[in-house]
């Protein structure tokens, strides 16, 4: 039998102040970040900002509490255990072998059983309060569509396209206005994450999926893609903006306008409609009524370029035109080997498309 | 050294299950999850080809079903023969079973033939090819592999070196060619019964 | 046909002589050709060792590209094929590798037998599970396509459909990736198969079921999991090639086909795949917990129970990957219930090791360390758990890195901690020497530091919105400093395995005699010399209780009379 060696007095008061040392470290450092986590940041789940994200949060705290107390029990008995029964030098002696228990193995099934059952039932309350809410007459639809790698944000009733930046109303308890969104995809799957405003949904080829947000407070919320969907999936950011009502008819009413016709800019124009650019995007009101890449009628409405990957400034788009490598490797969009000239007059004109 | 046992009383025959019949219990449990899985996706997928042809240019393989399923008769007389060391009966029953084996394969190649050229369903020109090609297709690998081990017996016996002590490995054989039949049985109800 | 001189001498035979090179040739190939169950076993361990170096290497670069917002230590493309490959390799290469050859090492001599029951098979598998891994790293030179896509997989370790479909993998790294699956497939089918047989069809005289090692017992629902768990993933696999090869649309969503399909299929196989893997490291817990508390196992047909329940209600709970699909309110209500069901058996495994601890005279030797750690580490994954199954908060925790924190809690933190207890605790047997028990306890407490200072942490970015499978983070997403601290934390890890390497080698020339039972145990494979002769047992032994050992040394106080 392997014996442990001596140790003095000395060395266990060592001993255990390195280990208080080594808990209170411990302690520290998990009490930090989640001090950082629960201060109100972007992205954070325990933040919302909506309904749905709302009640997600008031069950997560319920479950953090049932679960927290299993913890505190269970791992109580266990570092009691590490101490009352740890071998004593002194005893070479068999402890008493305990066999089981029949009574000890049903008490402690029975109790989860019941708390299987209490977390069961709550679970799937949330569950139909999200998922089988009914859409109210004033919600606001919009049909989302993940593409490799932007979104797409169609507002059928209203004649919008718009792409990365999604903005709605705010709602309010006394006239809620909420968002119903449909998820589609054009392509792989993808997954629409905000999550200050609810839990994601995934986009999924050839299925329609539902999704709805009711936020209750102005601002602007981030989020992006949460389902790997090729190389720049990383890159596929998602900003909501919820605007006051009036904000909001605002910015629609400019949505749905066609795309402002410069006369100064018309060499960047005819740049844009002589190269390939008409293949794949839209400009509202001119020959450019491609599909597969974003809609750019309203292009300098927009505060990112490319879905979130860099902000809307005329160096940033005259680069992404010129090499969308530099930005995001792997996207769709090839580099279109314009001269310099072509490039200043074909940037020019996009920055009047507002 | 080893444990010496302290009871007085008499042990009972220490008895353990037979390893060759564990075993191949084992693999059919395992297949049987692979066949799962091509089933469930052919039920899922009924009705979902958006074009090309529908399993309405099926026709029921009735005679390849009753050569299948007799093999399974054939085979069991087979066994019996074989326990009771009769080993030239037990060569014509098995030889039965690998010819009804192979006539069930040949009809099945004629069978796809004509869906191939005159119906033009391959495993490409539609989500009901796919689904139907590697789900009848995956049987009838199980099947080529069955008549393979079939005809190495076959070639053992009639070289005489196949005796009535092999009647427990024989036996499990035979086991997996009884599941070779009844997966047939379920694929055939989910292909040509619920699925036309 | 006896296998040549058992290369890993005990230390107390006498030196060997020069080796010419006709016996090195000669010993190089009794490795090649064997079918003992022991030298299968050390083959399959040091290949899952060696794996378990190269995925975590792989670990090691993706935490340094994440360890900041917008790092360009490698591109998205490379670091996309890390992650898959680290994910692929870990599972498949280094869990499943090590359960099985674990194993086939220890069954046979648990059980009183000879070998496993089918040695060819045990080869054949082996060597099938070895080709796969290695297609799989060849991918890395031979998977170049079209338009210089290819080169290892890189669609994360699930593949979902459409996206490894041709028209958007091109190349070949998909194909590497499903040929490899597989193969190893096969492999795993027959070891299964191999386990099965063995624990139920060669036991020693006396060994009833309800007497057979809890390592045994457990090794055998694994397996048997295994035989319904892993085939689903082929059946997919196939599909997949179809798709690619044969022009097949089950994938294919402009014809019809489905994209959830695939995901139902993959995690059909991938739930009960993490049992798998988890269930032989409860079994490695079952064996070394009572030893070290000087306890019978409390509550052994419970344990049976429990494990078995675990087994077939974990083939129910698949869905819970998959809360955000689109499932209807029902679905996704049926799989919340099931996933929480499951944790019943669980958490009464749980109670079970600590009422053996209890009451106990433990001793605290460096295996303790590590099943003590992954008692608590366990309990802590199991609520992580629980709060994943909650289907509304899993929207969103899905995708997540809370998401990755639980399973490396599980799978690091259970499973990677048993398997260091497992080889601190057999590796006298096995080479005849102890390890280093202040290497083995610098080795546990770095390792349990950087764990958690990992772990822990991790579930943090995760509750803070950040995704999973992502190359990079904007920077205005506060979740820089949290990942630092990660990272800092893989890199004690990554010290402390190498310590632990270093005590592996080392112990091997160096180590303390240890004769046949240096921890005083009470299974059947303490009663062989160590390391183990070829035929394992001088004289078939015949048990009468679970504990043939603790009957011998206690004859006043037999376990069969309380059975």
């Known amino acids: 039998m392997r014996l442990r060696p001596n140790k003095s007095l000395f060395i266990q008061v060592v001993l255990r102040t390195f280990v208080v040392v080594l808990w209170s470290l411990g302690t520290a450092i998990i009490a930090a970040p989640i001090a950082v986590a629960i201060t109100p940041t972007n992205t954070n789940i325990f933040s919302p900002a909506s309904t749905p994200a709302k009640s997600i949060y008031d069950l997560s705290l319920f479950v953090l509490g049932i679960t927290g107390t299993i913890f505190v029990v269970v791992a109580g008995i266990l570092a009691f255990i590490i101490f009352r029964f740890r071998e004593r030098r002194e005893d070479d002696a068999e402890p008493p072998q305990i066999y089981g228990s029949v009574q000890v193995e049903l008490a402690w099934t029975v109790i989860p059983v019941l708390i299987v059952i209490t977390l069961f039932l709550t679970t799937a309350r949330i569950i139909y309060a999200i998922q089988d809410a009914p859409e109210p007459k004033a919600a606001l639809d919009v049909t989302v569509v993940g593409h490799q790698f932007w979104w797409e944000f169609n507002y059928p009733k209203l004649g919008i396209h718009a792409v990365n930046e999604m903005h709605v109303p705010v709602s309010n308890s006394q006239t809620p206005t909420p968002t119903f969104m449909r998820l589609l995809s054009a392509d792989v799957i993808h997954s629409f994450w905000v999550p200050q405003l609810s839990g994601k949904t995934d986009l999924v080829p050839n299925k329609v999926n539902e999704l709805w947000i009711e936020p209750q407070q102005t601002g602007v919320y981030l989020g992006q893609c949460a389902q790997f969907c090729g190389v720049e999936h990383a890159k596929m950011l998602l900003r909501v903006y919820v605007d006051t009502p009036e904000d909001f008819a605002a910015w629609v009413k400019n949505q749905q306008q066609k795309a402002v016709r410069d006369e100064t800019v018309a060499a960047g124009r005819h740049v844009f409609e002589t190269q390939s650019c008409i293949n794949c995007h839209t400009v509202a009101g001119t020959v450019a009524t491609g599909r597969f890449g974003p809609d750019l009628t309203h292009l300098m409405s927009r505060d990112t370029l490319a879905s979130g990957a860099m902000d809307n400034t005329k160096e940033n788009l005259r680069e992404w035109i010129r090499n969308p490598n530099t930005y995001k490797v792997g996207a769709l969009m090839p580099a279109m080997q314009l001269s310099d000239e072509q490039l200043d007059q074909v940037t020019a004109y996009l920055l009047t498309l507002r | 050294m080893s444990a010496t046992v302290a009871v007085a009383k008499m042990e009972p025959a220490w008895v353990l299950p037979s390893k060759g019949r564990v075993a191949m219990f084992c693999l059919i449990v395992g297949e049987s999850a692979i066949f799962t899985i091509f089933v469930v996706a052919y039920i899922y997928n009924i009705g979902k080809s958006l074009y090309g042809p529908t399993p309405q240019v099926l026709s029921v393989p009735v005679f390849n079903t009753v050569c299948l399923l007799s093999s399974s008769l054939t085979i069991v007389l087979a066994e019996k023969a074989i326990e009771h060391g009769k080993i030239k009966r037990f060569a014509l029953w098995w030889a039965l079973t690998f010819v009804l084996g192979a006539i069930f394969l040949i009809g099945t190649g004629i069978e796809w033939h004509k869906l191939i050229y005159e119906d033009g369903l391959t495993i490409s020109s539609n989500l009901f090819g796919t689904t139907y090609y590697s789900l009848v297709g995956l049987h009838a690998s199980h099947v080529v592999v069955g008549l393979i081990a079939l005809s190495t017996v076959l070639l053992f016996t009639l070289t005489g070196h196949v005796r009535r002590e092999h009647a427990e490995r024989l036996q499990v054989l035979a086991l997996y060619w009884h599941f070779v039949d009844g997966v047939w049985v379920v694929v055939f109800t989910v292909v040509y019964i619920v699925g036309r | ?563």
């Open chain 3, 1 to 563: 046909m006896a296998d040549s001189a058992y290369p890993i001498s005990g230390p107390l035979e006498r030196a060997p002589e020069r080796w010419s090179q006709a016996a090195v040739l000669e010993w190089l190939n009794s490795w090649f050709v064997t079918v003992d169950h022991k030298k299968l076993g050390l083959l399959y361990m040091a290949y899952s060792i060696f794996f378990l170096l190269v995925a975590g290497a792989e670990a090691v670069v993706i935490r340094i590209q994440l360890i900041q917002p917008n790092m360009h230590v490698v591109s998205p493309q490379v670091f996309n094929r890390l992650f898959t490959m680290h994910g692929t390799t870990m599972v498949f290469l280094f869990g499943m590798t090590y359960i099985f050859g674990f194993a086939n090492y220890m069954i046979p001599l648990m059980i009183g037998a000879r070998d496993m029951a089918f040695p060819r098979l045990n080869a054949f598998s082996f060597w099938m599970t070895c080709f796969g891994g290695l297609l799989l790293y060849y991918s890395f030179i031979g998977g170049g396509g079209l338009y210089g896509d290819g080169n290892a997989p890189d669609v994360t370790w699930w593949a979902y459909a459409p996206l490894t479909e041709r028209a958007f993998t091109r190349g070949h790294s998909i194909d590497y990736w499903a040929l490899t699956l597989i193969i190893t497939g096969f492999g795993t089918i027959g070891a299964a198969i191999n386990v099965i047989s063995t624990a139920l069809c060669m036991r020693c005289k006396g060994m009833t079921l309800m007497r057979l090692p809890l390592f045994v017992w457990l090794s055998m629902v694994a397996s048997g999991m295994a035989l319904v768990t892993i085939t689903p993933l082929t059946a997919a696999q196939i599909m997949l090639l179809i798709d690619r090869y044969l022009g097949g649309h089950f994938f294919d969503t402009q014809a019809g086909g489905s994209a959830i399909v695939w995901a139902h299929f993959f995690w059909i196989f991938g739930h009960p795949e993490v049992y798998v893997l988890v269930i032989p490291a409860w079994a490695i817990a079952n064996e070394i917990i009572p030893v070290f508390s000087r306890k019978a196992m409390f509550g052994y047909p419970a344990m049976v129970a429990a494990s078995v329940g675990v087994a077939f209600i974990s083939l129910t709970v698949w869905a819970h990957h998959m809360f955000t699909i689109g499932m209807t309110s029902v679905g996704n209500a049926f799989f919340v219930l099931s996933t929480m069901i499951v944790g019943i058996p669980t958490g009464i495994k749980i109670f079970n090791w600590l009422a053996t601890m209890w009451g106990g005279k433990i001793r605290f030797a460096t295996p303790m360390l590590f099943c003590t750690a992954f008692v608590f580490q366990f309990l802590l994954a199991g609520l992580t758990g629980i709060m994943l199954s909650v289907a509304p908060w899993n929207w969103q925790l899905h995708n997540s890195y809370f998401v990755i924190a639980h399973f490396h809690y599980i799978l690091v933190g259970a499973i990677a901690f048993n398997i260091f207890a497992a080889i601190y605790y057999w590796y006298p047997k096995v080479t005849g020497r102890l390890m280093s028990e202040t290497l083995g306890k610098w080795h546990f407490w770095l390792f349990f530091i950087g764990f958690h200072l990992t772990f822990d942490i991790m579930h943090i970015p995760g509750l803070m919105g950040m995704p999973r499978s992502i190359y990079t983070y904007e920077a205005n997403r506060g979740w820089g400093t949290l990942n630092l601290i990660v990272s800092i934390g893989g890199l004690i890890q990554a010290i402390a395995v190498l310590i632990f390497a270093v005590n592996l080698i080392r112990s091997y020339f160096k180590g303390e005699v240890a004769g046949n039972d240096p921890w005083d145990a009470w299974t059947l494979e303490w009663e062989t010399p160590s390391p183990p002769p070829p035929y394992n047992f001088a004289k078939d032994p015949v048990v009468t209780s679970a504990r043939p050992l603790w009957d011998i040394k206690h004859p006043d106080d037999p376990d069969w009379k309380y059975e």
